[in-house]
């Protein structure tokens, strides 16, 4: 399966792959409007994201929020699982596209997530409390959850489950403005799309 990372913003990106289980990313570097394919096992797991390439040092940053590309191939069904994440936060606009996906198969949570695009081409405005600073420069927003840390946030301990961890303030205003995203930990229903498809295009400033 074959995941192509576009590079539509107006910068160069380090880019970061993280296979689940595995305790270091891999990065790599695309310049402003170029593209890095990336052929991957099919039953792969994991994540993209990007951050604006720091020049000389391209890990800088590397604990900064950043908005994440999460899959899982051949999952439930045979279907490919696939979403964008800001549940850690989020720092650059983002969206995947399927491949020349097929008909087959179906989405258990309705139809637009079926071979769908989640995207946030605006990412919302940063609350001042959660904002990333870097020489006077907003880098990138956190979630509630890793700011803070709490159970209400986390849906953690005693607010581990659906029930008690409704939506909060800080995840229901990133919904607002991009609501294909997954905000917090219990908002699969409306944030994950399942499809099979001969791969997947990742774009960063779509």
């Not at 990336?38 to 929020?65: C, H, I, M, V």
């Not at 909060?168 to 399942?194: E, G, H, I, R």
């Not at 499809?195 to 779509?206: A, H, I, L, R, W």
Request: aromatic share 10%; net charge negative.
């Amino acid at each position: 399966v074959k995941i192509v990372i576009k590079n539509d913003c107006d910068y160069d990106l380090s880019i970061g792959k993280l296979d689940n289980g595995a305790s270091s990313p891999e990065l790599s570097q695309v310049s402003k409007g170029s593209e890095k394919t990336y052929s991957l096992d099919g039953k792969w797991q994991g994540r993209f994201w990007s951050r604006e390439s720091g020049g000389d040092n391209p890990t800088a940053g590397a604990a900064d929020p950043a908005s994440l590309a999460e899959f899982t191939f051949k999952g439930h069904g045979g279907n490919d699982y696939y979403d964008v994440s800001f549940v850690d936060g989020y720092n650059i606009p983002i969206r995947i596209d399927p491949i020349n996906p097929s008909k087959d198969g179906g989405a258990d949570n309705g139809e637009q997530y079926h071979c769908g695009a989640p995207a946030c081409s605006n990412v919302p405005k940063c609350p001042d409390e959660l904002k990333v600073m870097k020489d006077g420069k907003e880098v990138g927003c956190k979630s509630a959850c890793s700011k803070f840390g709490t159970e209400e946030y986390c849906c953690s301990g005693s607010k581990d489950t659906p029930d008690k961890c409704p939506a909060n303030k800080y995840s229901k205003q990133v919904k607002d403005v991009c609501p294909d995203v997954y905000t917090y930990a219990y908002d699969d229903t409306t944030s994950t799309f399942m499809c099979q498809s001969e791969g997947y295009t990742v774009t960063f400033c779509p």
